[in-house]
């Protein structure tokens, strides 16, 4: 089944404890993104990366990392979370990137740091 | 002002009814997308759309370049139609990159 994975699905963490909340998709897709939404704001781009070794930054991309050493994977990593963060985390794919294709999206990941 | 606006913010109808959901934007733009979330937070991709209409189902997608000016239609709704629809295009000078608008929230009563 044609998917995009995330894990863990739901995280409670402490402030400044590092984490990496992991994305994956099956579909040979190379465009990957991660958003994250809050309520009142929206849905807000994190990073994206049009391929393997391509990210970019999105529009809130501060305390953020990724990764894209393969072209399923495509982690998020806190290096040390902050109250700000606590979110619900979503990561998504496409074949190409948004001007061609609709996106897939997993199923989120919803974290507090508290 | 926002990138994207979406009108109505919240709407209610009921089952049966043709319902339209707006969305505004001021950047330029060659493709405009459609999102489905329901509650309990998953987030569907419904329509991709750079000119015209598009259909899927009961739902349909315009969108009129020149006005900057994209509609979601659903036609015959139901309660599983309950849902917030978000509209989200390119940011300005940056294809990959999306701006959303902030949704809405529709409540289809039986």
């Known amino acids: 089944e044609a998917q995009v994975t995330q894990n863990p699905r739901y995280l409670i963490t402490v402030t400044g404890k590092k984490l990496t909340v992991t994305c994956s998709q099956n579909m040979n897709h190379e465009y990957m993104s991660w958003y994250r939404q809050d309520p009142g704001l929206g849905l807000r781009q994190i990073y994206y990366s049009m391929n393997v070794e391509v990210t970019d930054k999105g529009d809130v991309p501060e305390g953020y990392k990724v990764s894209r050493k393969e072209k399923r994977n495509f982690p998020l990593i806190l290096e040390s979370p902050s109250p700000n963060q606590t979110s619900l985390y979503f990561c998504?794919?496409?074949?190409?990137?948004?001007?061609?294709?609709?996106?897939?999206f997993g199923p989120g990941t919803r974290l507090t740091v508290t | 002002k926002n990138e994207v606006e979406q009108s109505p913010q919240n709407l209610t109808a009921q089952e049966g009814e043709f319902i339209t959901i707006n969305c505004s934007y001021s950047v330029g733009i060659s493709a405009l997308h459609w999102l489905q979330q329901h509650p309990g937070g998953g987030i569907v991709s419904l329509f991709m759309?750079?000119?015209g209409k598009k259909k899927h189902g009961r739902l349909i997608a315009t969108i009129n370049i020149q006005e900057k000016h994209s509609s979601l239609h659903i036609t015959a709704s139901h309660p599983r139609d309950s849902a917030v629809y978000i509209c989200a295009v390119p940011g300005r000078g940056a294809t990959n990159k999306l701006i959303f608008g902030t949704g809405t929230l529709l409540a289809v009563q039986p």
């Open positions: 998504a794919s496409s074949p190409t990137g948004l001007l061609s294709y609709e996106q897939y």
């Open positions: 759309l750079s000119s």
